[in-house]
């Protein structure tokens, strides 16, 4: 998980998958994680997605302009176009500004 601190910005994305292409799906994932992870501004991304399909990814910014910069980067605007017409049936977006955050883990 990220280390987030208060203020940071929370693109939380959640998608139903077709089904369809599962191999360029994953290429194209494995691709998107990496170029976000080299943009500026980028804290992190936690992701699941459930064996029927519908996947959570929640990608975290330092500030608007970084999320709004990842959003209009042209690499991922055309794999968000491949996306509509392949890969998804339907998704939402939601962006949200972190206030506290806290982490646990098992010893």
Do not use: C
């Not at 519908?54 to 690499?75: C, F, M, Q």
């Amino acid at each position: 998980m990220a280390k987030l601190g208060s203020g940071t910005l929370s693109v939380i994305f959640v998608a139903q998958r077709t089904g369809l292409d599962a191999d360029g799906y994953a290429r194209a994932a494995a691709t998107m994680d990496e170029l976000a992870a080299r943009q500026e501004g980028y804290v992190g991304m936690d992701s699941v997605r459930g064996a029927d399909g519908l996947g959570i990814t929640v990608s975290y910014w330092t500030d608007e302009a970084s999320a709004k910069a990842w959003r209009n980067h042209p690499e991922h605007a055309a794999m968000r176009d491949a996306g509509r017409d392949r890969w998804y049936s339907d998704y939402s977006l939601h962006v949200a500004q972190v206030m506290r955050s806290y982490d646990w883990k098992k010893p």
